[in-house]
C-alpha cells in the first residue's frame, strides 16, 4: 500500500484566494483525521470521518473552514477565503476502527501551505 | 475531556546514553496510549501503543514506554540513544470509554541525541 497521499505537497497562495487540500486514504481504513501543525498550537485536531460521515467538526477554525468526504477514498479540506494565519502544514491521517483495531493512525506526508 | 502534557521541550543526552522522554495524561476513563516520532519534514510515524495487558510496551527502533496507571505517566525509553534518534516525540491518548475515535497529541518533545 502506498500509505495516505496528500496533494499537493507545498501550496503558496495569496491572501483572499481559495486552497483546497487534498487526500487519500489508505484503502480499508474507515476513519480519516484532517490535523493542522502549527510552532505556536502545535498538532490540532480540525475534523474527523468515520464511514464518510463527519463525526467531530469542533475544530474547525472557522466557516471558511470545510472538509469533505464523498467517498471511502478521498478527502477534501478547503479554506475561503484564506488568510496568512492560516499557514501551516496540514496532515491527513486514516485509521482502521472495529473491535480489533489498534486504533493508531497513519499520517500522510502533509501539506505545507502558505498564505502571502 | 482528553489531554496530554509533554513537560520538556527539548531533551539533549549523548550517543549511547539512556534516554527518557516523558508524558503524562487525563482522560476520564481508560486510555489508549501512543508514542509518534516525527522526522524534518516528514509527517508522524507510529512508534509504540498501549491498549492493555503489559505495563511495559515495547516498539520500533528499540524504543519501549511504560504505562503507569497511578501516575498516569507514560514515558517513553530507549536504553542507549543513536545520533539518528533524533526527532520531535508526540504523545497521544485515546479515551476508550468516550467512544470518541480522535487522538489528542501532546506538543512534542524534541530530542537532541549529541554524536
Known amino acids: 500500500d502506498a500509505g495516505v497521499i496528500q496533494s499537493p505537497r507545498h501550496e503558496v497562495t495569496e491572501m483572499g484566494q481559495e486552497v483546497t487540500l487534498r487526500c487519500k486514504p489508505i484503502?480499508?481504513?474507515?476513519?480519516l483525521f484532517w490535523y493542522r501543525q502549527t510552532m505556536m498550537r502545535g498538532l490540532e485536531l480540525l475534523i474527523y470521518?468515520?464511514?464518510?460521515?463527519?463525526?467531530?467538526d469542533s475544530g474547525m477554525p472557522e466557516d471558511r473552514f470545510s472538509a469533505k468526504m464523498p467517498n471511502a477514498s478521498f478527502s477534501t479540506l478547503k479554506i475561503q477565503p484564506s488568510e496568512p494565519r492560516d499557514s501551516a502544514v496540514y496532515f491527513c491521517?486514516?485509521?482502521?476502527?472495529?473491535?480489533?483495531?489498534?486504533?493508531?493512525?497513519?499520517f500522510g506526508s502533509g501539506t505545507r501551505l502558505t498564505v502571502v | 475531556a482528553q489531554s496530554v502534557a509533554q513537560p520538556e521541550d527539548q531533551v539533549n543526552v549523548a550517543e549511547g546514553n539512556p534516554l527518557t522522554v516523558k508524558c503524562t495524561y487525563s482522560?476520564?476513563?481508560?486510555?489508549?496510549l501512543f508514542w509518534y516520532v516525527q522526522y524534518p519534514n516528514r509527517g508522524l510515524q507510529f512508534l509504540l501503543k498501549?491498549?492493555?495487558?503489559?505495563?511495559l510496551v515495547k516498539g520500533s527502533y528499540g524504543f519501549e514506554a511504560e504505562f503507569n496507571k497511578s501516575q498516569t505517566s507514560f514515558h517513553l525509553k530507549k536504553p542507549s540513544a543513536l545520533v539518528s534518534d533524533s526527532a520531535l516525540y508526540f504523545c497521544?491518548?485515546?479515551?476508550?470509554?468516550?467512544?470518541?475515535?480522535?487522538?489528542?497529541f501532546g506538543s512534542g518533545t524534541r530530542l537532541q541525541v549529541q554524536p
Open positions: 491521517a486514516s485509521s482502521l476502527g472495529g473491535l480489533e483495531a489498534n486504533y493508531g493512525y497513519t
Open positions: 484503502s480499508g481504513h474507515n476513519s
Open positions: 470521518f468515520n464511514n464518510n460521515v463527519p463525526i467531530d
Open positions: 482522560v476520564s476513563g481508560n486510555p489508549y
Open positions: 498501549y491498549i492493555t495487558g503489559d505495563n
Open positions: 497521544a491518548v485515546r479515551d476508550v470509554d468516550t467512544g470518541r475515535r480522535a487522538l489528542t
